[in-house]
């Protein structure tokens, strides 16, 4: 099993939709997860961090599942400008921060208008 | 706040040579990585450094990559002699104490 898995897509959504990701993680120690975006031809962007407890920010929503390893994303009311890729990031230990951060391949959002 | 600077922007050489890219990271930022991003996957590690001292290099490609950090601040990191496999992005990251990871452009690397 890989060590973090995610649906390449890509993921076609018409503009307003909600749309979710999902990933897998296959490391039970891990204890930070994250999503960056990462647009085309640019550098990954920190887009939020993945608390136990869910967190969310205006139109993005994450939850973690410790239980069966996996965390998700949710796109509410989609713009255009969210067209990007989306990857998972899981720390490979039980540290915090930016150390032994593992990506996934990303999966590919295309809204359209 | 100048963000992660890394030059040059696109290399494009020929495989068996060499080629050499350099990073400044975030001021002040003590953690600096290097990833490698081949198209379609994720960032992938390479070599992190913690001031100047190499944290982790399990996944660097010893026999061909190379990178130091001599001062803690500015870092290159070296491929001689390149292959083909070696076309992606090298990207490089900074981070400080409990913060996220701080990306540069990166350099778009084609080996022919």
């Known amino acids: 099993r890989k060590e973090v898995e995610q649906d390449p897509g890509p993921f076609n959504v018409p503009e307003g939709a909600t749309v979710a990701f999902n990933c897998t993680y296959s490391?039970?120690?891990?204890?930070?997860f994250f999503w960056y975006r990462q647009d085309c031809r640019k550098e990954p962007k920190l887009l939020m961090s993945?608390?136990?407890s869910g967190n969310e920010d205006g139109r993005f929503t994450a939850q973690l599942n410790r239980a069966s390893q996996y965390i998700s994303l949710l796109i509410r009311d989609s713009k255009l400008s969210d067209s990007a890729t989306y990857l998972c990031?899981?720390?490979?230990?039980?540290?915090?921060?930016?150390?032994?951060?593992?990506f996934g391949k990303g999966t590919h959002l295309i809204i359209q208008p | 706040e100048a963000g992660v600077a890394q030059s040059p922007r696109y290399k494009i050489i020929e495989k068996r040579q060499s080629v050499a890219f350099w990073c400044n990271p975030i001021?002040?930022?003590?953690?600096l990585y290097w990833y490698q991003q081949i198209l379609g996957q994720g960032p992938k590690l390479l070599i992190q450094?913690?001031?100047?001292?190499?944290?982790?290099d399990s996944q660097l490609p010893k026999d061909r990559f190379s990178a130091e950090r001599l001062k803690g601040v500015d870092s290159t990191l070296k491929i001689q002699p390149a292959k083909l496999e070696d076309s992606a992005v090298y990207l490089c990251?900074?981070?400080?104490?409990?913060?996220?990871?701080?990306f540069g452009n990166g350099t778009r690397l084609t080996v022919t």
């Open positions: 490391n039970s120690a891990s204890q930070s």
């Open positions: 990251a900074s981070s400080t104490v409990n913060s996220p990871l701080h």
């Open positions: 990031v899981v720390n490979r230990g039980s540290g915090g921060g930016a150390d032994g951060l593992t």
């Open positions: 450094f913690q001031n100047n001292g190499v944290v982790d």
């Open positions: 993945v608390y136990s």
């Open positions: 001021s002040g930022h003590a953690t």
